[in-house]
């Protein structure tokens, strides 16, 4: 069983900054395509980034420049540094795992909030 801990919301001024962590167990985390999404009520989950390793890294129009996501395959950890925030990236952020060839499997954590505001 596939289980992924998210960390690190909270609430943060718009133009600051946070870093979120996700821990992941239960599988070998290299086989994984690490990502993390992002959902407000009403609207679809939406990709932030993902990464498959360090150099192979995927980024949303709208924090491209702001956010960086990482892996620490050692740690089993994947990270989300974003920077500059505004209050359109009040959301929930979610960390998925998606097998890098079974595309069927796919695991979620539970989210952590993240709201930018004054």
């Known amino acids: 069983q596939v289980q992924l801990v998210e960390s690190g919301g909270g609430l943060v001024q718009p133009g600051g900054s946070l870093r979120l962590s996700c821990a992941a167990s239960?599988?070998?985390?290299?086989?994984?395509?690490m990502g993390w999404y992002r959902q407000v009520p009403g609207k679809q989950r939406e990709l932030v980034a993902n990464i498959i390793s360090g150099d192979k890294t995927n980024y949303a129009d709208s924090v491209k420049g702001r956010a960086t996501i990482s892996r620490d395959n050692a740690k089993t950890t994947v990270y989300l540094q974003m920077d500059s925030l505004k209050p359109e990236d009040t959301a929930g952020y979610y960390c998925?795992?998606?097998?890098?060839?079974?595309?069927?499997?796919?695991?979620w954590g539970k989210g952590t909030l993240v709201t930018v505001s004054s």
């Open positions: 998925n795992a998606q097998h890098i060839l079974a595309r069927g499997l796919s695991y």
């Open positions: 239960g599988t070998i985390f290299t086989n994984y395509i």
